[in-house]
């Protein structure tokens, strides 16, 4: 399989920009898979698509301020996108320079933290935070927030809300779970009242989300590496579900994505504690826990498109885009949502 049959024209307009005035405001766009029809409604329309009985799984990872900017020892200027904290000392992070940072080099963020390169692996680098306070109580205080390269302006300070999931409260993503977005309380609490279980899982969603797959046979791209936790509660919650008739729906790509790894790491069953996954979902993947996925729409020639085309169908996927690009949804991060029922 090829990385251009997940390629798309997309209008630069169509990138949102900014997220809309509410959060429920947004538009939806429901895709029955297996009946191969779509419908065009509003994000506050989603309770009408579920039942009592189901449940709806959250990803409440929070996005870190990761973004540094400085200088190395030569004074030339860098920008320090931290992936994952290591420990109190320690980051994995991508480095944006002119000439790329020896090990054993420091570097200057923020004007008041010092840094040392140890290692390069790919396109990531150790760092080694040379301060008396935690890399977490450092990015919290100099950090930015890392909006997505697509969005073209910087953070502002209604982004540090907006981008960020009203459930969020497991710090360590680098990018928000986008399709969590569209929640407010009391669209949560409506579900719970309507019988919907509410469950949570974290998984700390890395910058290489946003990464095209560069190879043409998608049998050879590497996946990154995210770590994730599946609760106890959670999947309690999926096994009541399942022995009454309910139905699993991810909410988000990231949600799916630590569900299924945990499910093909245990022969089929979820099993509670963490783990890491490098799971690359393409289609022809046999999906063993969600059978509803609510989602952004996604980049061309990303993994995240390949996603949802084993989940729905390519063709199905490749018409209801084309319908959401003719109809001028908004697409990627603060842009509108669409509901999919697994191709059976």
Known sequence: MKTQDFDFYLPTELIAQFPAEQRTSSRLLYLDSTAQRWQDTFFSSLPEFLRPGDVMVFNDTQV?????????DSGGKVEVLVERILDDRHVLAAIRASHAPKPDSRLWLADAIPV???ERAQEFYTLR???VQSVTELLQRYGQLPLPPYINRSATDSDEARYQTVYARNAGAVAAPTAGLHFDQHMLDHLQSLGVAIAYVTLHVGAGTFQPVRVDNIAEHSMHSESYHIPQTTVDAIQNTRLAGGRVLAVG????RALEACASAHQGQLAAGYGETRIF???GY??????RLLTNFHLPRSTLLMLVSAF?????IRQAYQHAINQRYRFFSYGDAMLIEREQ
Request: avoid cysteine; aromatic fraction near 10%.
């Open 64 to 72: 870190i301020k990761a973004r540094l900017f400085g200088k190395k």
């Open 253 to 256: 790509t990231t949600s799916l």
């Open 286 to 291: 046999r999906f063993q826990v969600v059978e």
């Open 129 to 131: 935070f040379e301060h």
């Open 116 to 118: 040392t390169v140890i």
């Open 281 to 283: 979902i393409t289609p």
């Open 312 to 316: 729905a169908g390519m063709d199905n």
